[in-house]
Nanobody
Framework: DVQLQASGGGLMQAGRFVRLSCRTS????????IGWFRQVPGKEREGVSC?????MGRCTVSSDKAKRTTYLQINNLKPEDTAVYYC???????????????WGKGTQVTVSS
């Protein structure tokens, strides 16, 4: 079975960092890209981009192939980073748009000011 397990969330203080992990199994890790998303109650789920203006210089995404795990680290946390964070897998293709077909359960990150 395909599984993605996000973990590492919790109650965080503003200004600190969080490192989320997405552990995967059940598919060829080399053939898929792992993306991160977040959702705030009442709002649509959105992709987490480390190159966006709100995240520039604050977040990094890395992977450990041997552990089949992808990480999202967000530094200098802000209260607006509070959300449920999800990871998802999209098969690598030549298509310009990724189709995330596998999703894990989210992990809650709550940032207090």
């Amino acid at each position: 079975d395909v599984q993605l397990q996000a973990s590492g969330g919790g109650l965080m203080q503003a200004g600190r960092f969080v490192r989320l992990s997405c552990r995967t199994s059940g598919f060829n890790f080399d053939e898929y890209a792992i993306g991160w998303f977040r959702q705030v109650p009442g709002k649509e789920r959105e992709g987490v981009s480390c190159s966006s203006s709100s995240n520039m210089g604050r977040c990094t995404v890395s992977s450990d192939k041997a552990k089949r795990t992808t990480y999202l680290q967000i530094n200098n946390l802000k209260p607006e980073d509070t959300a449920v964070y999800y990871c998802a897998a999209a098969k690598l293709t030549t298509e310009p748009v990724a189709h995330f077909e596998y999703w894990g359960k989210g992990t809650q990150v709550t940032v207090s000011s």
